[in-house]
């Protein structure tokens, strides 16, 4: 297959559901953690641990919903009716998780965040495994990710001028608000996606392995285990700085009534880089053009050791600063992940596109939970009070695991993704061989 320009209905109707899942995404890692720590009682320790717990099932569950997705085949497609399924299963954890009922504790908030995972996996893995076979090639590619995440960044900015707009400063009214509009606007966005967008037919059928075997040849993909390890140290990093973006609001900077135009100007920024992005990568490559934004973004984070009292202006600057990489960082790796998907069905003939996608939705979900586990767990262990009043040692720590922390672990991905091996030029190789 060759589509040397995806045409603009379909392309649109493809990157629509990303607007409103991106709405659910800004409460789920940073509002809901303040809400079950504070207005429902959960103590840090225990939010840290249920959601990071809840993470592990990923490693069963994702990886199976991939290779379904992968291996399904009905009238209406592969991926399509995994999404039809995921629609009632989101919609009752996530009834469930951001409207509990009085006196919900651990456990409640364990089974209402794993059904709605399991319905935001459904939904996830088979719909970013269809953008990879919507084109081969290596720059269309990027333009299909560049509008399916600036929808994204473009729910995340909505999402942030919504509460803002209205004056919300509470975590709980602000997650009801925004999770009764994902809902609404899901549906409609789903229908697009399912009726106007045709699924790639599959052209040549081959004896599939198990599960586990193709989890182990996956593995053998060297360029896709370089992939998974920058994505996941750099899901880290970013989860780290969302989760604790509350608390530096009101901790450190004394701002909490500031926190939502802040977001906003994080994230308006961050739709303003992805063309940037783009063209940067058209011209040196997608994982130097990631590359550079990831040191960009250590740079940027740097001055929130200079922080105090009152310093929006300064937060405020830093927020831009790391705004301007997460262009980057949405639309490049999905970008990548295509490539290398494209080696792997080089090597052993089978699309496996969904498993792949599984894996890396894996290391970002796990990400974010351990993101939110291991700033929760140290804050825990240092006597911080998520209802204020804390020391020099508290806030000093908090400040560390939003910047200093995030900075290692970005420029730990960058030594990863610093000579990646499979280029333009190396994408087109590859293509030309499984044509031929």
Known sequence: MTIARLAWRRLISYAAPALPLAILGLPLNVYLPTFWAGTMGVSLGMVGLVLTLVRLTDVIVDPAIGRLSDRLRTRIGRRKP?????????????????????????????????????GWSMIALPWQAWGAELSDDYRERTRIVSWREGLTLAGIVVSAVIPAALGLSDPGATLHLLAIICAALSIPALIALLTQVAEP????????????????????????????????????????????????????????????????????????????????????????????AMIWTCAAFLPVLLLGPGDVLGFLLICLGTGAGLGADLALPPSMQADVIDLDTLNHGEPRAGLFFAAWTMAQKAGNALSAGLAFGILDLVGFNSAGGNASLQLETLIALYCLLPIGLKLSAVICMWNFPINAAEQARIRAELAR
């Open 82 to 118: 995994i999404i039809i399924a995921a629609i009632p299963v989101g919609l009752i954890g996530g009834a469930a998780l951001f409207f509990p009922s009085q006196g919900a504790g651990p456990i409640w908030l364990a089974f209402s965040y794993m059904a709605l995972t399991l």
């Open 201 to 292: 037919a599959i052209t040549t059928e081959i004896p599939q392995p198990g599960l586990a075997e193709s989890l182990r040849t996956a593995w053998a993909n060297r360029p896709f285990r370089r992939l998974l390890a920058a994505w996941a140290l750099n899901g880290i990093a970013n989860g780290l700085p969302a989760a604790l973006f509350l608390l530096l609001c009101r901790e450190v900077l004394h701002a909490a009534d500031q926190s939502g135009p802040l977001l906003l100007a994080f994230f308006a920024t961050g739709i303003i880089s992805v063309p940037f992005w783009s063209w940067v990568s058209n011209r040196i490559g997608k994982h130097r053009a990631w590359a550079w």
